[in-house]
């Protein structure tokens, strides 16, 4: 087994069993469950809009060297100047570079998971250059020196007389703060860092290709403010973040919002197609767009799991999955969390390694069931199971197991032979992990053949 | 072309010569997703707004918009209004208000921006950097206060697209952003916290106008 995978298994008891964690989250998806509805009341039909969306971003995928050299030229028109990065590693060199360039003290850097999987913070902390998270939920999760839990709302798993303690403790304030309060305090400390900083970084929720431009979707301001006073603006985007057209945002950004947040849209959804143009008023003096590879063209090189790459990271498989709510985002160890997170690790980072997460799954189908852009996940996960056993990547042990027990079923003489004794003695000893964590299981005394010969007689 | 692009690019080629077939081709040229508008748009803006905590008022001329923003200005106590709008500073000026003290956006209390368009169905300000205001105006202040006239409102986001793309044709601004209320955060607790890095207020003023 993985170093990943053991400590997954031993996090996940502990977590499943930790009632102050689950309560915290219940209360915070529930809140999220209770105004998806009302996101939802302005579609004259969702499932429509969800099954267009997917067509749309296939048509990206599915010719996304088009998308991408389509980009690259338009937004170079305007003077941005795009960078491609095949690892986490060339990403961090072009903004290490930049930096330097610009003499880079302070950075103001807004939400992006992209900027976690490539661990630019730490990067920017070994070259001197302070790094400062400016979305709220992401500033309490770099005071507490956490990665984000969730990948819409990172401070999910803390309540707030946590986060009233926290900054207590690192700031100085009121610990019986309200959340009008500490949020106050964030503004007031924020707000002097961006006139402040050098650099400003931000994500993109979508890379648009017509008009060369890429697109921030958020509620607070803060990516609006990283990108309008530093002197550069920095964008790091997942190749996979294309759609076509501008026009297609007019679906796209309602339809986030709702599954991100329950909102019609957010407060700001921006397009930034290049840096303050010769007739404008304010704005960076340059703009760079770094688009990452980092394992994206694995995920696409298989046909089966292409589909992964259509997620627009609205979260909603999170909080609709019953393993997320119990093990917590922290859990799974890795960047993006959560079904989608258990659907693509594996195959933007190891299989061998990450394997474990597409059996952290009930198969229960909601992720499927809820996901904004209707991508298949609960299959994919099958697909990765299949895909990693095919590969040869489990156990040893277990395949052989497997094998036994598949040559043992198949043949009917075989399973005749032995009486259920038999069989639960085969299954608990052989896949001792199954016994683990469930109770034995019980093959009942007689065999099939004999139970069918008696059900027949009964007819 | 350097080497990764060059890399990314033939990495991408050789995976899509594998096509997946398209998961729902018969919803192709699908493009009304959204509930009709049952009101004029006046009324479907200002109620959407509204919802938002946005602060909206009607006047049926410049007149009455600059006796309202003068009571507003006055009731706040207000002193350093920042305004980067040369024409919407001209038309105040000539009805009476002038009320523009403040040098920059970093001290003003609040500020005054025109906006490209407004879209009625999710209450949203449509603003460019096609406009003197810029990036932060509309952003930094803690107050903003945009001016609408009657003929900039549409229905849909599309709506307001579409008009970009007539209006600047190859010449997209550098920014866009659609601003829907005051800036907001739930990261604590999911609780609703108004006014978190952009602005706390946000006022429409909405004035009559017939499209010229
Ligand atoms: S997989 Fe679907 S539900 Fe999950 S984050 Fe992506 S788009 Fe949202």
């Given at each position: 087994m993985s170093e990943s995978a053991s400590s997954f298994i031993v996090k996940s008891q502990l977590k499943a069993r930790d009632l102050e964690h689950r309560k915290k989250i219940n209360f915070n998806i529930g809140k999220y469950n209770a105004t998806v509805p009302v996101g939802k009341e302005?579609?004259?039909?969702v499932l429509l809009a969800r099954e267009k969306a997917k067509q749309v971003k296939w048509k990206a995928i599915e010719h996304l060297d088009k998308y991408l050299e389509q980009f690259d030229i338009e937004t170079s028109k305007r003077g941005t100047k795009v960078l491609w990065a095949e690892t986490a590693e060339q990403a961090l060199e072009h903004v290490g570079r930049i930096c330097k360039e610009k003499n880079c003290r302070t950075l103001v850097k807004s939400k992006s998971m992209v900027t976690e999987e490539i661990h630019l913070n730490k990067f920017l902390e070994k070259e001197g250059i302070e790094s400062v998270e400016t979305d709220l939920g992401e500033y309490i999760q770099q005071l507490d020196d956490e990665p984000p839990y969730?990948?819409?709302?990172?401070?999910?798993?803390?309540?707030k007389e946590d986060v009233a303690k926290l900054f207590a403790e690192?700031?100085?304030?009121?610990?019986?703060?309200?959340p009008e309060q500490l949020t106050l305090v964030a503004r007031e400390k924020l707000r002097q860092k961006y006139v402040q900083a050098e650099v400003g970084v931000t994500g993109a929720n979508f890379i648009i290709s017509d008009i060369g431009g890429i697109a921030v979707t958020e509620n607070e301001g803060n990516a609006r403010l990283s990108c309008a006073w530093p002197k550069t603006h920095i964008v790091i985007a997942g190749i996979?973040?294309?759609?076509?057209?501008?026009?297609?945002l007019a679906l796209f950004w309602p339809l986030l919002s709702t599954f991100g947040?329950?909102?019609?849209?957010?407060v700001y959804n921006s397009i930034i197609t290049?840096?303050?143009?010769?007739?404008?008023?304010?704005?960076?003096e340059e703009m760079y767009v770094i688009l990452l590879d980092n394992g994206r063209t694995n995920l696409l090189a298989n046909a089966a799991a292409r589909?992964?790459?259509?997620?627009?990271?609205?979260?909603a498989c999170l909080n609709a999955c019953p393993v997320y709510k119990n093990?917590?985002?922290?859990?799974?160890?890795?960047t993006y969390s959560g079904p989608i997170g258990s659907v693509i690790t594996p195959h933007l980072k190891d299989m061998d390694e990450y394997k474990h997460l597409s059996y952290?799954?009930?198969?229960?189908g909601n992720c499927t069931e809820v996901c904004a852009v209707r991508i298949n996940l609960h299959e994919l996960l099958l697909e990765n199971r299949r895909e990693s056993v095919l590969v040869g990547s489990a156990g040893i042990a277990e395949r052989i197991a497997w094998k036994a027990w598949k040559k043992a079923s198949l043949s009917r003489s075989m399973m005749n032979m032995s009486n259920g004794k038999v069989k639960n003695w085969v299954v608990n000893k052989m896949f001792k992990s199954w016994t683990r964590s469930r109770s034995d299981l019980n093959f009942s005394q007689k065999t099939f053949n004999q139970m069918w010969e008696e059900f027949r007689s009964d007819l | 072309m350097s080497s990764a692009k060059h890399n990314i690019l033939k990495k991408i080629r050789q995976a899509l010569a594998t096509p997946v077939p398209a998961p729902?081709?018969?919803?192709?040229?699908?493009e009304n997703f959204f509930k009709p508008s049952q009101q004029e748009l006046e009324i479907e803006f200002a109620e959407n707004f509204t919802k938002l905590l946005g602060k909206f008022s009607f006047c049926a001329d410049m007149k009455e918009l600059s006796e309202q923003l003068h009571l507003l200005a006055k009731s706040r106590n207000w002193t350093k209004i920042f305004c980067r709008e040369p024409e919407i500073k001209h038309d105040l000026h000539t009805n009476?208000?002038?009320?523009?003290?403040?040098?920059?956006?970093?001290?003003?209390?609040a500020s005054i921006t025109d906006c490209e368009l407004l879209i009625a169905r999710t209450g949203s300000i449509l603003m460019t950097t096609?406009?003197?205001?810029?990036?932060?105006t509309s952003v930094y202040a803690p107050v903003h206060i945009c001016i609408a006239y009657t003929d900039q409102l549409v229905y849909d986001i599309k709506d307001g697209i579409d008009f970009l793309k007539r209006k600047?044709?190859?010449?997209?601004?550098?920014f866009i952003t659609l601003a829907t209320g005051p800036s907001r955060t739930?990261?604590?607790?999911k609780t609703l916290v108004v006014g978190?890095?952009?602005?706390k207020e946000v006022f429409c003023f909405l004035v009559e106008r017939n499209a010229s």
């Amino acid at each position: 087994m993985s170093e990943s995978a053991s400590s997954f298994i031993v996090k996940s008891q502990l977590k499943a069993r930790d009632l102050e964690h689950r309560k915290k989250i219940n209360f915070n998806i529930g809140k999220y469950n209770a105004t998806v509805p009302v996101g939802k009341e302005q579609f004259s039909d969702v499932l429509l809009a969800r099954e267009k969306a997917k067509q749309v971003k296939w048509k990206a995928i599915e010719h996304l060297d088009k998308y991408l050299e389509q980009f690259d030229i338009e937004t170079s028109k305007r003077g941005t100047k795009v960078l491609w990065a095949e690892t986490a590693e060339q990403a961090l060199e072009h903004v290490g570079r930049i930096c330097k360039e610009k003499n880079c003290r302070t950075l103001v850097k807004s939400k992006s998971m992209v900027t976690e999987e490539i661990h630019l913070n730490k990067f920017l902390e070994k070259e001197g250059i302070e790094s400062v998270e400016t979305d709220l939920g992401e500033y309490i999760q770099q005071l507490d020196d956490e990665p984000p839990y969730h990948i819409v709302t990172p401070a999910m798993h803390k309540s707030k007389e946590d986060v009233a303690k926290l900054f207590a403790e690192k700031l100085g304030t009121d610990p019986a703060a309200t959340p009008e309060q500490l949020t106050l305090v964030a503004r007031e400390k924020l707000r002097q860092k961006y006139v402040q900083a050098e650099v400003g970084v931000t994500g993109a929720n979508f890379i648009i290709s017509d008009i060369g431009g890429i697109a921030v979707t958020e509620n607070e301001g803060n990516a609006r403010l990283s990108c309008a006073w530093p002197k550069t603006h920095i964008v790091i985007a997942g190749i996979e973040k294309v759609l076509p057209s501008i026009s297609d945002l007019a679906l796209f950004w309602p339809l986030l919002s709702t599954f991100g947040t329950g909102q019609k849209v957010t407060v700001y959804n921006s397009i930034i197609t290049g840096p303050k143009q010769a007739n404008e008023t304010d704005g960076p003096e340059e703009m760079y767009v770094i688009l990452l590879d980092n394992g994206r063209t694995n995920l696409l090189a298989n046909a089966a799991a292409r589909e992964a790459l259509y997620c627009i990271r609205c979260g909603a498989c999170l909080n609709a999955c019953p393993v997320y709510k119990n093990i917590g985002g922290h859990t799974y160890e890795t960047t993006y969390s959560g079904p989608i997170g258990s659907v693509i690790t594996p195959h933007l980072k190891d299989m061998d390694e990450y394997k474990h997460l597409s059996y952290a799954s009930s198969l229960c189908g909601n992720c499927t069931e809820v996901c904004a852009v209707r991508i298949n996940l609960h299959e994919l996960l099958l697909e990765n199971r299949r895909e990693s056993v095919l590969v040869g990547s489990a156990g040893i042990a277990e395949r052989i197991a497997w094998k036994a027990w598949k040559k043992a079923s198949l043949s009917r003489s075989m399973m005749n032979m032995s009486n259920g004794k038999v069989k639960n003695w085969v299954v608990n000893k052989m896949f001792k992990s199954w016994t683990r964590s469930r109770s034995d299981l019980n093959f009942s005394q007689k065999t099939f053949n004999q139970m069918w010969e008696e059900f027949r007689s009964d007819l | 072309m350097s080497s990764a692009k060059h890399n990314i690019l033939k990495k991408i080629r050789q995976a899509l010569a594998t096509p997946v077939p398209a998961p729902f081709p018969h919803h192709e040229n699908a493009e009304n997703f959204f509930k009709p508008s049952q009101q004029e748009l006046e009324i479907e803006f200002a109620e959407n707004f509204t919802k938002l905590l946005g602060k909206f008022s009607f006047c049926a001329d410049m007149k009455e918009l600059s006796e309202q923003l003068h009571l507003l200005a006055k009731s706040r106590n207000w002193t350093k209004i920042f305004c980067r709008e040369p024409e919407i500073k001209h038309d105040l000026h000539t009805n009476g208000f002038s009320n523009f003290e403040s040098p920059d956006v970093h001290t003003c209390e609040a500020s005054i921006t025109d906006c490209e368009l407004l879209i009625a169905r999710t209450g949203s300000i449509l603003m460019t950097t096609g406009q003197r205001s810029g990036r932060t105006t509309s952003v930094y202040a803690p107050v903003h206060i945009c001016i609408a006239y009657t003929d900039q409102l549409v229905y849909d986001i599309k709506d307001g697209i579409d008009f970009l793309k007539r209006k600047y044709r190859d010449n997209i601004p550098s920014f866009i952003t659609l601003a829907t209320g005051p800036s907001r955060t739930a990261d604590i607790e999911k609780t609703l916290v108004v006014g978190v890095h952009g602005p706390k207020e946000v006022f429409c003023f909405l004035v009559e106008r017939n499209a010229s």
